[in-house]
């Protein structure tokens, strides 16, 4: 059985159509991304699957549990951390984790325990009676985690759980990230990191404008629809762009790089810097990047 099954899922606001008839299936224990520009519709999405935002229509499964009539179910079984931090400044670290116990009916006892266990599990333990402002955004991340994780969750949605966060913040949530995906857990994973969702992504899909593109594993969407080799010229001669082109190479200008797609980039770059004395050229393989800007364009959404 599949942990989540969608199909023609839309969602209506007032006269946004945030999600548009989409279709998709999560298998029960791979870390499933959901990448897109702001507004493609992601967070509805997450939203209506932990029964937070009710569907306009389609169907929408977790776990075999129809999500529109059986909603108490599915929380029961599903951890979030939203794209937005809703921790309770009032309280201490630890109280955070032991009030919201309550939510599930789990005992004072009981609470306690978990919440000890995932304090230590996130590395905050040191911080446990301090307050939440005392917290930097690396470890608030990681509070919000801990909380998502206090009702053993089968399903654990994650909204942007790395985004403004320092390299070093994002390494420590990627291992504990992995290391639930490694128990067993499914994870649902939104980010426009598109290295995130390559190191972690089991399978993904892409949504822009409340579709959804494309899905695939990393390797496949790359292998796909990114060109297998890039070569990447900054400030480049007006000559030199000429020249790619009469020979045939297919290239594209964006700013002020020259973006070429050779067979042989060793063998271009060469050339380039010989030929026309271009100072930046750079050769590397396609990426999920590529991909990401090639189907939903280079244009800013803010
Ligand atoms: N509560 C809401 N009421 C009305 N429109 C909304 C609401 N939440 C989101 N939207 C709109 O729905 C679209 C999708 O938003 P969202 O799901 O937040 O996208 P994403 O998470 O991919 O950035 C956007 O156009 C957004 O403005
Ligand atoms: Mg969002």
Redesign the pocket.
């Known amino acids: 059985m599949p942990a989540i099954t969608a199909t023609d899922l839309t969602?209506q606001?007032?006269?946004?159509l945030?999600?548009d008839r989409i279709a998709f299936e999560v298998r029960e224990g791979e870390c499933f991304g959901?990448l897109?520009?702001?507004?493609?519709?992601?967070?509805?999405?997450?939203?209506m699957i932990y029964g937070h935002?009710p569907i306009t229509s389609g169907r929408l499964e977790v776990f075999g549990i129809d999500v529109r009539t059986r909603v108490r179910e599915v929380k029961a079984q599903t951890g979030v951390c939203p794209?937005e931090d809703n921790l309770d400044p009032d309280f201490t670290v630890r109280r955070n984790l032991v009030v919201y116990c309550r939510y599930f009916g789990i005992d004072p006892a009981e609470a306690a325990k978990r919440s000890e266990e995932l304090l230590e599990f996130v590395a905050l333990r040191e911080k446990a009676d301090g307050p939440v402002m005392a917290l930097s955004g690396g470890m608030k991340r990681r509070l919000v985690l801990a909380r998502a994780l206090l009702n053993r969750p089968r399903l654990l949605i994650l909204?942007?759980p790395t985004t403004g966060l320092d390299p070093q913040a994002r390494q420590v949530l990627w291992e504990k990230i992995r290391e639930l995906r490694r128990k067993g857990t499914t994870i649902l994973l939104?980010t426009h990191y598109m290295e995130e969702a390559a190191q972690l992504c089991d399978r993904l899909v892409i949504?822009d404008k409340?579709k959804i593109l494309v899905k695939g594993s990393p390797a496949e969407l790359t292998a796909k629809h990114a060109r297998p080799t890039v070569v990447e010229v900054w400030n480049p001669p007006a000559a030199a762009e000429a020249w790619v082109k009469a020979r045939g190479t297919p290239c594209e200008r964006h700013g002020d790089r020259l973006y070429a797609y050779p067979d042989a980039g060793e063998a271009l770059q060469r050339e380039l810097v010989t030929r026309f004395n271009a100072e930046q050229v750079i050769v590397r393989r396609g990426t999920l990047e590529d991909v990401f800007l090639r189907l939903t364009g280079r244009d800013l959404r803010e």
């Open positions: 969602k606001y007032k006269d946004t945030a999600v959901f897109g520009p702001n507004g493609a519709g992601k967070t509805t999405t997450m939203k935002s794209q909204d942007e939104t949504m409340a």
